[in-house]
């Protein structure tokens, strides 16, 4: 068997739902020295109302441990993750897989869990992920299930399956139909039926005396089954046999996962619920006659019941309804199950069953059960998949050393990280310069109103806010404030900045205003302000000398909310109307629908305007200046 190995289980189920092969395969490997991180069913589908006991239960495994990790026993760690629940949705499987692998890689270094097998018993497309970015000695996928067909959430599972099955180092199947299909996709196939854990049932077989009060009050004969109560079972079946066998009680152990109205009323079926995995074959030693009632569907037909040998451990006569497996099971082993195909010969077996038989017939028969139970224990199943493995693990190791392959996977994971960030980056870069997404964003920034009459115009110079370069921008806003003037809006104007290049910007500004044809001693020049702050605090100074008390006030675009901010904290009682040029080459945006694609492309001195515009409200917030 297996010995020392990391791995890690990706498994179908829960831990601590009914007891599976996925939990005895993982107990035993983990009992004969490999660490095993168990991680619980990550999901199919999306979960519904039906599914709220499930989704407690998870959170509750979750708190157990810590980020959703906990040590059930030795060198056996239970992952119980919290996802989001869709499966199939791109977004969502982006999110879960960033979001688990990070984790995992931070377990598996913290743990030393470096190049573990993965086993794999679900194959969905997280499952996929993990496997592509973990570093693993070699990939298991044990096929115990045709998901395509097991419900119609599930049946998505189809391509991630076919991937997993061709990328997949190893394939145990439990059925022949299995067999068939993987076998189409992988030549490494092998048949590998759930087996029983023959030692304990043994134990408990060979007990003497053993008082068990379960069935203390059910009356004999009893025909039991174990199991969950599932879907696939074939409820009106039972129902038929028991009712027209009502000297026979008919004992159902496992937990209720389907409607089971059609046994309502019916006072010879006993439903006992879910059972601890170590009570299981006390219930089956006081069985008189153990059944396997399944329907015959696509889905059965790829089934291998586990229940089969746990039952012939106890030499107990079992009768199945006509599943493929059986029947195989049945030519392999000389008959050894009943097999009926209607309620009429369910009813026969039981009847024989029922009636004395010869000791030494019986003895024989019962020891023919016991052996065939036997010969598929875990035990050998677990020895004869780790043989396989070892012998792959070797060949790998002569075909690639170790160095080799690390080299190999982190180049490939170096290709895989570059090619994403490009792809980021380009997707980045056409949806902030050619889409209206920033345009959009920025609208908050812009306020613009119909000019009124008023005291004067004020114009805020632009430094080097639009452009980033001294001296540009100054000269839309002075032809704007101009065109203002002479349509009688206003008879003076204030040009506000204390920007100095070459020359100081508000005398250049006042002489471009004059050479457009406004009188000097109708321009005011203010030539101290160095912000946006200052711009509203100096010329309030100037108003309230000159009793003015409303203004039009010429700006950028977006310029505009911050001086708005800025009015209403220190200048409350100043009537402000906002006329931002209309159009500006700064700023120039029009119904994006109906612009140029020419036009369409925001500029980076457009972009730095937007940006430096929100990062100076937030810095002029904190400062307590708005």
């Given amino acids: 068997m297996l010995k020392n190995k990391n791995i890690i289980c990706i498994s179908s189920i829960d831990w601590d739902f009914v007891w599976q092969g996925h939990q005895e395969i993982m107990s035993r490997l983990a009992r004969n020295g490999n660490r095993i991180l168990f991680v619980e069913n990550t999901g199919v589908r999306s979960p519904g109302i039906r599914d709220f006991s499930r989704i407690r239960s ?20 239970i992952c119980s993750p919290i996802l989001l629940p869709f499966p199939y949705l791109r977004l969502a499987r982006w999110i879960n897989s960033k979001l688990f692998l990070s984790k995992l890689r931070r377990w598996i270094k913290l743990m030393n869990f470096e190049k573990p097998i993965i086993w794999v018993f679900l194959p969905t497309p997280l499952t996929l992920d993990i496997i592509e970015n973990i570093n693993s000695e070699l990939v298991v ?61 043994e134990s408990v077989r060979d007990k003497r005396n053993i008082n068990f009060e379960a069935l203390k009050n059910i009356p004999r004969p009893v025909i039991g089954y174990i199991g969950g109560i599932h879907k696939w079972i074939d409820f009106k079946l039972i129902r038929e046999v028991a009712e027209r066998m009502p000297g026979c009680s008919f004992v159902l152990v496992g937990p209720i996962q389907a409607d089971i109205s059609n046994l309502n009323g019916i006072k010879n079926i006993y439903l006992l619920g879910k059972k601890e995995h170590s009570e299981i074959p006390f219930f089956i030693k ?12 696509d889905y059965t037909k790829n089934v291998y019941p586990t229940k089969l040998n746990e039952y012939l451990a106890f030499g107990k006569p079992v009768i199945s309804t006509v599943l493929p497996e059986v029947l195989a099971y049945n030519e392999e082993n000389g008959s050894v199950v009943d097999v009926a195909v209607s309620a009429e010969e369910f009813i026969k077996s039981i009847q024989d069953y029922m009636k004395p038989q010869e ?17 598929n224990g875990w035990a050998q199943r677990i020895e004869n998949m780790s043989v396989l493995i070892n012998d792959l693990v070797i060949k790998k190791e002569l075909l690639h050393p170790v160095w080799s392959e690390e080299l190999l996977l982190t180049l490939k994971r170096t290709r895989k990280r570059l090619f994403k960030f490009f792809l980021a980056g380009v997707f980045l870069f056409y949806l902030l310069f050619y889409t209206p997404l920033v345009w959009f964003l920025a609208e908050p920034l812009k306020i613009s109103q ?46 506000s900045s204390g920007y100095q290049f070459y020359f100081k910007e508000p005398d250049i500004m006042k002489a471009l205003a004059v050479s457009l044809g406004v009188p000097a001693e109708n321009i005011i020049i203010e030539e101290k302000a160095n912000n946006t702050y200052k711009n509203v605090l ?72 937007f940006i430096h515009e929100y990062v100076a409200i937030i810095v002029y917030k904190l400062r307590g200046l708005i």
């Fill in 286 to 297: 006081e069985f008189d006659v153990c059944i396997i009632p399944y329907l015959i569907t």
């Fill in 359 to 375: 000791e030494k017939a019986k003895a024989a028969s019962i020891r023919k059960r016991i052996d065939c139970s036997q010969r």
């Fill in 141 to 201: 996928y044990y096929c115990i299930d045709n998901f395509r067909v097991s419900s119609p959430a599930a049946s998505k599972i189809k391509n991630s399956e076919i991937k997993l099955i061709k990328k997949a180092d190893l394939v145990f199947v439990t059925s022949r139909e299995l067999f068939n299909y993987c076998s189409q996709f992988n030549p490494k196939v092998y048949f590998f039926p759930f087996g029983v854990n023959y030692e304990y049932f």
């Fill in 538 to 609: 100096y010329c309030k100074k100037i108003l309230n000398q000159k009793g003015w008390h409303k203004i039009l006030l010429v700006s950028a675009p977006y310029h505009m909310k911050r001086v708005s901010l800025v009015v209403n904290k220190i200048a409350p009682d100043l009537k402000v109307i906002f006329v931002p040029m209309p159009n500006s080459g700064f700023y120039r945006h029009n119904d994006f629908s109906i612009m140029h694609p020419n036009e369409r492309q925001l500029s980076v001195i457009q972009f730095k305007s």
């Fill in 450 to 495: 119909s000019p009124e009459k008023s005291d004067c115009i004020v114009v805020f110079a632009g430094g080097v806010g639009e452009s980033g370069r001294a001296l540009q921008g100054y000269e839309e806003r002075v032809e704007h404030a101009v065109k203002l003037y002479k349509s009688g809006f206003a008879p003076y104007i204030i040009f």
């Fill in 58 to 77: 998870r959170i509750k495994s979750w708190f157990k441990g810590i980020s959703g990790i906990r040590q059930e026993k030795e060198n056996l760690f």
